[in-house]
């Protein structure tokens, strides 16, 4: 499976922008998905995941409330929408592509990840 994240640039506080992770090499809807990012100096941190065994999605309270993710399978596509942006959204944001349908927050549960979209909230 390889992936392709884009959707990244600058916006400033209080503004959005939506996030994509194409795949290709297999259909997405057969495993979970997860949205992660990555500050200077910081852990990779899990932000939401989406389920494919009962569609569920989760959030970190970080995101919660302000960031959305949702999948078009006939697309074959993953996006992440994120509204209210706050300059501690500021990362490197990564999509990936889990082992199981389960979706979970933890790095080591994905297989497949995408190469990472640059998100500078600034004003």
């Known amino acids: 499976v390889q992936l392709q994240a884009s959707g990244g640039g600058v916006a400033r506080p209080g503004g959005s922008l939506r996030l994509s992770c194409a795949a290709s090499g297999s259909t997405l809807d057969e495993y979970a998905i997860g949205w992660f990012r990555q500050a200077p100096g910081k852990e990779r941190e899990g932000i939401s995941c989406?389920?494919?065994?009962?569609?569920?999605?989760y959030y970190s309270d970080s995101v919660k409330g302000r960031f959305t993710i949702t999948r078009d399978n006939a697309k074959n596509t993953v996006y992440l929408q994120m509204n209210n942006l706050k300059p501690e959204d500021t990362a490197v944001y990564y999509c990936a592509v889990s082992r199981t349908s389960i979706g979970s927050m933890d790095t080591g549960g994905y297989r497949y990840w995408g190469q990472g979209t640059l998100v500078t909230v600034s004003s």
């Open positions: 989406m389920s494919t065994a009962d569609g569920m999605t």
